[in-house]
């Protein structure tokens, strides 16, 4: 089974980004297939492992409920880009149900590992 580790803190400059760049790239290096969902609506992280835009990002999987989308950025690290839309989804998804449940209903189908892609 596969572990999740979480990243956050509100304040801004603490060094988010660059420690989970830095430890998804470390994971991978070390065998270990690693997915990294970029949920920062300045999509810094997806700016700086590919620096590719994205015809789905996890905006639009939290938006629909469904299909989280996953980029390859090397051999075992992969990526669910983020966007600036991500920005207004807390005001979009205020009028749903179970919307404190819209992450875990996209990442859960993934099996809490990253065997199903890649």
Known sequence: MGKIIAIANHKGGV???????????????KGKKTLIIDLDAQANLTGSLSGEEYERTIYDALRER????????????????????????????SSSMSREFALKDVVEPMGHTVDNYG
């Open 66 to 93: 469904e299909g989280l989308p996953v980029a390859q950025i090397s051999e075992r690290l992969f990526l669910t880009p983020s966007c600036l839309d991500l920005a207004g989804i807390e005001l979009e998804l």
């Open 15 to 29: 060094g988010k980004t660059t420690s989970v760049a830095s430890m998804g790239a470390v994971l991978a290096q």
